[in-house]
């Protein structure tokens, strides 16, 4: 009689392996917990439990095939609803603070005789550049970055990630990367931090290189911008900021789209492999510990987000000034460099300043607003803008030839283009890989182009603009 060896059920495994079917873990998992429920409820006897049947006729709507992607997107557009309209008011207050105290250092460097370019550098360039990333990137993390420590810590989280496992096993990825997608949406670089949840190496990477899909708060001031100027422009009042949310909303689906297609086409070529099987275990409905929250929203995440950008913005500032000041014939280097960048703008729907904004705003998307604006305006330092919403129309449509292809392109490029700097390096630290960090910048900038180029060309075919 032969005797099997350990290599032959090996290989007897192998052989059956390719005859099971794609959900034959979760099949496992599914009988083991069965039998699991069938001991306990032989060998414990529990008296009713409230606080359990509360959870379960929770888990019913909230975890529904029918209901729960409803109330996550109804979530979401609150969210999203709530740093429109609340972040705007709290940066207002933010900018005029930091942007009197600039205003005064340079008014006092004026009068020490200090030489204009040192003051201009300095105050105008990269103090002003710190100070809009602040006033920008600061109020939306501290509405955003709390709700979503607040949903964690009711235990709604790991409810998301139930519900969307099924799309993410579908695009070869893994159910938790709906989590790090969700913290993605106050910033990328928080967002890759939080793939650490993930155990598989292959599906972490997957997660880390479609982060960047999500918009963070750096890309919502130019969707909020382009939404109320061209989506919301006919409402009025409380109306106005319910539409361009709404309008956002519709953005940022788009982006998950993208998140599901490029994790299906990453884990089909360069990250080819099987989607592994997790067991995801729904914890107790719980009351948030206030105290809690403030602290990991505000000091673990918030601030330390605003620091990695802060760091990365007073280069940008600084060059920014730079090219805005540098004489260049009748003109200066920056209008040089826009004017050389404009037919490949164009050819994407867009313009050779918005690209450039892109470009100087790549340690922090939080100034490519005030970038257009400084080379729209023809200002020497970046500035907000006209004062009203028809204002920045006219400056945008009459004056510098804007259509509705260059406000929907610019959405699409706001949403799809490369990582900010911050992120970039975060991707480096995770993955030790200067490799995935480009790939990363390859994936986004080359997605990009591509749409906005197809945008474009078919609006024109069809006679659009």
């Not at 409402?235 to 299906?264: D, E, K, N, P, R």
């Amino acid at each position: 009689m032969k005797t099997i060896q350990p290599n032959d059920i090996l290989a007897k495994a192998e052989a059956l392996r390719n005859s099971l079917s794609t959900g034959f873990r979760d099949e496992i998992v599914k009988s083991l917990y069965l039998e699991a429920e069938a001991i306990a409820k032989r060998a414990v006897k529990t008296t009713n439990d409230k606080k359990y049947d509360f959870d379960q006729k929770m888990d019913r709507l909230v975890t529904s095939p029918i209901t729960g992607l409803p109330i996550m997107l109804g979530l979401l557009a609150i969210l999203i609803w709530l740093t429109v309209s609340g972040a705007n008011v709290v940066s207002d207050a933010i900018a005029t603070v930091l942007f009197g105290i600039g205003d005064w250092a340079r008014a006092l460097f004026v009068q020490w005789n200090i030489p204009w370019w040192i003051t201009g550098l300095l105050w105008d360039g990269v103090y002003r550049g710190l100070a809009w990333v602040v006033s920008v990137m600061l109020p939306p993390m501290m509405i955003f970055f709390p709700a979503f420590t607040f949903l964690e810590d009711l235990g709604y989280l790991p409810r998301v990630a139930f519900n969307l496992d099924w799309l993410y096993k579908k695009a070869g990825a893994h159910g938790k990367q709906s989590l790090t997608m969700a913290m993605g949406f106050g910033c990328n670089a928080a967002g890759v931090v939080a793939t650490r949840v993930i155990d598989s190496p292959r599906e972490r990477l997957i997660a880390i290189l479609t982060n960047n899909f999500v918009p963070c708060n750096g890309r919502f001031p130019t969707l909020i911008m382009l939404s109320t100027i061209f989506v919301a422009a006919g409402f009025s009042g409380f109306m106005t900021s319910v539409v361009a949310a709404a309008s956002v909303v519709g953005v940022v689906l788009i982006g998950v789209v993208f998140t599901f297609f490029m994790s299906w086409l990453l884990s089909r070529t360069v990250l080819k492999g099987e989607a592994s099987a997790f067991t995801l275990e729904l914890p107790p409905y719980r009351r948030p510990n206030i105290a809690r929250i403030l602290y990991s929203s505000i000091i673990d995440r918030t601030l330390f987000v605003l620091w990695r950008a802060i760091q990365t913005a007073a280069p940008a500032g600084a060059l920014i000034w730079l090219l805005a000041n540098i004489p260049a014939g009748d003109s200066n280097l920056a209008r040089v460099i826009a004017d050389w960048l404009n037919p490949f703008g164009l050819l994407l729907g867009l313009d050779g300043v918005i690209l450039l904004a892109y470009i100087v705003a790549i340690p922090a998307n939080e100034i490519v607003v005030p970038t257009m604006m400084m080379m729209y305006m023809g200002a020497g330092m970046m500035v907000d803008g006209p004062s009203s919403n028809a204002a920045i129309y006219d400056l945008l449509v009459h004056g510098n030839g804007w259509t509705i292809l260059t406000a929907v392109n610019l959405m699409l490029f706001s949403l799809l283009h490369n990582p900010c700097a911050t992120t970039i390096m975060t991707i480096y630290k995770e993955t030790k890989s200067w490799k995935w960090a480009t790939l990363s910048v390859v994936i986004t900038l080359g997605t990009a182009f591509v749409v906005t180029f197809i945008t474009a060309a078919v609006a024109r075919l069809l006679g659009w603009v």
